[in-house]
């Protein structure tokens, strides 16, 4: 009888013990996700943003149409201490600011509208010989985000 006992309580223990392991894996491995859309942010790498606000909290967005939703949610550049964005050519971050994009390409890399940001204006302009979409600065990328 001893034994018919002992046998559901570890069974159920060994199932407690399981349960309390698979939300301890669940808990350290969730994954980073846009602040402005909820995508995750480790399937967009060559476009997702950074963004960090004058008390030291980053955030990131999935690509440069959500950083510029936050930044205007933010009410404007001034709310942050920097915000960077994804060179397409090297991966590097460079400041949103001083990027040149293309929007409206035919490489649609988050969503739309797909702005592509890159370092150096040269660049931009062979991808969009290359690939379609219209070459803009960081000021237009804001004014077009409405159109």
């Known amino acids: 009888m001893k034994t018919v006992i ?33 995508m995750g942010i480790d399937q967009f790498q060559k ?12 955030e990131h967005t999935c690509g440069v149409a959500c950083m510029l939703r936050e ?9 942050f201490r920097s915000v960077k964005v994804h060179d ?12 040149t994009y293309v929007l409206g390409s ?13 370092a150096k204006h040269e660049d931009a302009e062979a991808f969009a010989s290359k690939e379609g979409g219209e070459v803009i600065d960081f000021q237009s ?3 077009m985000l409405h159109r």
Request: charge should be negative.
């Open 71 to 79: 930044i205007e949610n933010a009410g404007g550049l001034s709310a």
């Open 141 to 143: 990328a804001t004014r």
């Open 88 to 99: 397409w050519v090297t991966g590097k971050l460079v400041a949103a600011e001083t990027a």
């Open 47 to 58: 476009t997702a943003a950074e963004l960090v606000l004058k008390d030291g909290t980053i």
């Open 6 to 38: 002992k046998l559901p309580l570890v069974l159920v223990l060994f199932q407690l013990l399981f349960m309390s392991a698979c939300v301890s894996v669940e808990e350290t491995h969730k994954r980073e996700t846009c602040g402005f859309c909820g």
């Open 106 to 118: 035919q490489v649609i890399p988050d969503m739309m509208p797909n702005y592509i940001a890159f």
